[in-house]
């Protein structure tokens, strides 16, 4: 069964005849009453009566209604995608790790606003991997992630590499630590940790070095959010290793502070990720081209325009 084929059938219906219908549907007669033939046969009823005017038989008083909808439906999926390659996306769905909501993506999400006044931005913060996933799921079209390759690496991802920053020690001002400008490793031991939850790539990307550094991690706690890091470190001995992004700011709080590592330095490199069929659509385009306008090289520093 072909969409033509039922477009020659409702054309008849509505003209009662095949010569006004192959008029209709800018075809010969001959083609017309071949569609309409196969049809049927594909069917295994005839549809009309063929006499001075083309009539509907029971099968074809079914058949209809039917067609009618099958016709409307396309009619409303090429229109949809028509509008989707034209830019008329009605929303744009963004997951992003913590440290870049907070910084990074605001300047970016207001410039992207000025351009798509009509599409609804939604952003979620979420953390890497969770973001990797609902992205290969279909649930956002662009993620702003610590890199994975195990998780990026499919035909039909796409990877772009923003920048690469070190890892620091978030801890209270008044902490032991404070007396090192870097931290020997050995020395972490002997506090408790703040970590991200199971599922982020900061916490696997933490717990890799001490394994690589013949270190057991003490993990006192597992957090989600940034505000909750520093709420916890400040309180006395816990300790954090966060991203250099996430606690840009700190030296504005005095009841914080942050040092290096010895090396080896921890680093994490941050990407936008997408899907190859997502870079047809004009508002993800857009999207992903103000990120890299903007040159997201320096974690330390918001999203300017170029």
């Known amino acids: 069964m072909r969409l033509e084929q ?15 219908a192959a008029r209709q549907c800018n075809v010969t007669q001959s083609t017309i009453s071949r569609q309409i033939q196969n049809l049927e046969h594909d069917l295994g009823m005839p549809l009309l009566h063929r006499s001075n005017q083309a009539k509907l038989t029971i099968a074809g008083d079914r058949f209809l209604p039917r067609a009618r909808r099958i016709c409307q439906e396309w009619a409303t999926a090429t229109q949809e995608i028509s509008d989707l390659v034209s830019g008329k996306q ?39 991997d969770r973001a990797l996933k609902v992205l290969k799921d279909g649930l956002v079209d ?15 991802m796409v990877v772009d590499s923003l920048y690469v920053e070190p890892v620091k020690i978030l801890m ?16 972490l031991l002997t506090y408790p940790q703040v970590v991200f939850k199971d599922g982020y790539g900061m916490q696997r ?4 070095q001490f394994q690589r550094q013949g270190l057991s991690l003490n993990i006192a ?26 606690v840009a700011d700190v030296h504005l709080d005095p009841t914080l502070a942050i040092r290096s590592t010895m090396d080896p330095v921890i680093t994490r490199e941050v990407v936008l990720v997408t ?13 992903r081209s103000l990120v890299h306008q903007m040159k997201l090289t320096d974690p330390k520093a918001p999203i300017l325009s170029a």
Do not use: K
């Open 142 to 156: 662009l993620a702003i992630v610590m890199n994975n390759r195990f998780l990026t690496a499919s035909p039909e």
């Open 172 to 187: 209270a001002a008044n902490h032991p630590l404070t007396a090192y400008d870097q931290v020997p490793w050995p020395e």
């Open 90 to 128: 009605p929303e744009l769905c963004i997951a992003a790790i913590h440290s870049v909501c907070a910084y990074q993506l605001p300047p970016v999400l207001q410039n992207f606003c000025r351009t798509y006044p009509q599409v609804q931005l939604r952003v979620t913060s979420l953390g890497s």
């Open 6 to 20: 039922i477009q020659a059938f409702l054309a008849i219906a509505e003209t009662g005849s095949f010569q006004q």
């Open 221 to 246: 706690l597992e957090l989600n959010t940034l505000d909750a890091f520093r709420g916890v470190v400040r309180q006395g001995e816990l300790i954090a290793l966060l991203p250099q992004g996430a």
């Open 205 to 208: 990307l933490v717990q890799e």
């Open 275 to 287: 899907t190859q069929d997502r870079l047809s659509i004009p508002p993800i385009q857009h999207f």
